[in-house]
């Protein structure tokens, strides 16, 4: 399994941080959850289906946050 060795090997690899920026912590905390993910996936029985159903509500969370931030940061300051 191609896919299981390279996640493996990235998750080897890493070394999670407290430091950074926006855009650093946020890929930090998606590489957690896509461990998690990875890591459940591979106590389950490696059970595809349900592996791409908890990644596309992963990703349909990270838009809801990017929307909601967004939407904040059009009403501006509040004075």
Known sequence: MLARDALTRLYELWQPTAHG???????????LAVQRLFNDWNQRGENDEE??????????QR????AQKEYLAD???SS
Not at 51 to 60: A, F, G, I, R, S
Request: aromatic share 10%; no cysteine; net charge negative.
């Open 75 to 77: 009403l501006g300051p």
């Open 21 to 31: 920026n926006d855009f650093e912590r946020q890929a930090e905390y998606t590489l």
């Open 63 to 66: 838009d809801l946050v990017t």
């Open 51 to 60: 592996l791409l159903t908890q990644m596309l509500w992963l990703l349909e």
